[in-house]
């Protein structure tokens, strides 16, 4: 069963949702749908499935419902019709008491403009979630300093936001959400107000404590290179429908649509897909080994390790954190996952 399960999800905005979902049923566009009844469809018959320790990443442009949706899982939103469950519990059917439970124990959210209280310090701010649980002051303070130590803001516990830039602030929030220890983290643009830079930055930082923490994560961006650095499965949005999940190979390699395929022509392959993505499990693996071998962590991107592969001919060996064989990747698949296909069906290298 999966952590989360989004079933046939619609919401409609507007004075009479109800009235208005057969139309929706019935096929018609989000377009249609304003200019003809003033209601507006944020969601149009989704349902997706969130896996235990995955990183799911909902993509689409804005107005797509990415937002909409994430608001479903927590029950910021009421759906107009559909039902969501987590962890086989049907979250509509929670009255107010046990809603609230649910929210302060099962899942943490890390917004876009940092939510941070400017009125107290950063060991404060890590702390609140506890506080609000009902934790003791020393455990409070014991485990706020943990997860501030894991984001790297060891030092800065006594500053208040204002003293900090906003890459150091979402360092904070993210701590605030690791501290409560809840199974599932929404994160809704977490890292888009934040420079190219810092925001590159905080993916890595993600990424590194995903593959320790393991945490259910359902991340919404706008921005494919985060999405497909980031998720191991992807749902891509458009007007309130979804039109394609898969993982990053799959988005890349076989686009659903004119709509994806738009998005996923430019993609720099080699900065957003990772070593496991490609690799062949050692059961698979027919080719002999070479005598020089490149060891690479299964969450390394291609193009940190291409050159050295380019450069002279290598096994490539695909270890967990703990040096343990995943896989290999033979030339083949590194190929295939470098070439991307045009419309004409001739294939061309990636850039």
């Known amino acids: 069963m999966a952590k989360i399960e989004i079933k046939n999800v619609y919401k409609i905005f507007g004075e009479n949702p109800s009235k208005v979902l057969p139309m929706v049923q019935e096929g018609a566009s989000k377009e249609q749908v304003l200019e003809e009844t003033g209601h507006t469809v944020g969601l149009d018959n989704v349902s997706i499935n969130v896996e235990e320790g995955e990183t799911f990443v909902c993509m689409g442009l804005s107005g797509s419902g990415k937002s909409t949706l994430i608001r479903h899982i927590n029950r910021l939103i009421d759906p107009t019709s559909g039902e969501v469950s987590v962890e086989g519990t049907n979250v509509m059917q929670l009255d107010q008491k046990k809603l609230i439970d649910f929210r302060r124990h099962k899942m943490s959210m890390v917004f876009q403009r940092f939510g941070l209280f400017p009125h107290k310090t950063v060991i404060q701010n ?182 050295k592969v380019c450069l002279t001919p290598a096994t490539v060996e695909v270890v967990d954190k703990s040096g343990n064989v995943k896989g290999y990747i033979t030339d083949k698949e590194l190929s295939k996952a470098l070439t991307k296909t045009h419309s004409n069906g001739v294939a061309k290298s990636q850039k």
């Open 126 to 307: 890590v702390g609140y979630g506890l506080e609000v649980q009902g934790k003791d002051k020393n455990e409070i303070e014991k485990v706020a300093m943990e997860k501030i130590d894991a984001v790297g803001l060891n030092g800065f516990e006594h500053q208040y936001p204002n003293q900090l830039s906003g890459g150091m602030q979402q360092r904070v929030g993210l701590a605030r959400a690791l501290a409560t220890n809840t199974d599932i983290m929404l994160m809704d643009e977490a890292f888009s107000a934040l420079d190219p830079l810092i925001r590159s930055d905080m993916q890595k930082q993600l990424i590194d404590l995903q593959a320790e923490l393991k945490k259910t994560i359902v991340f919404i961006t706008h921005d494919l290179d985060e999405s497909l650095r980031l998720g191991d499965h992807i749902g891509i949005l458009n007007g309130g429908r979804l039109v394609q999940v898969g993982t990053p190979i799959d988005i890349i390699m076989k686009p659903a649509d004119d709509y994806v395929a738009a998005f996923v022509k430019d993609v720099n392959r080699a900065k957003v897909i990772k070593a496991k993505i490609i690799m062949v499990s050692p059961q698979q693996f027919k080719g002999a080994k070479n005598s020089n071998t490149i060891k690479v962590k299964e969450d390394t991107f291609l193009d940190e390790f291409l050159p």
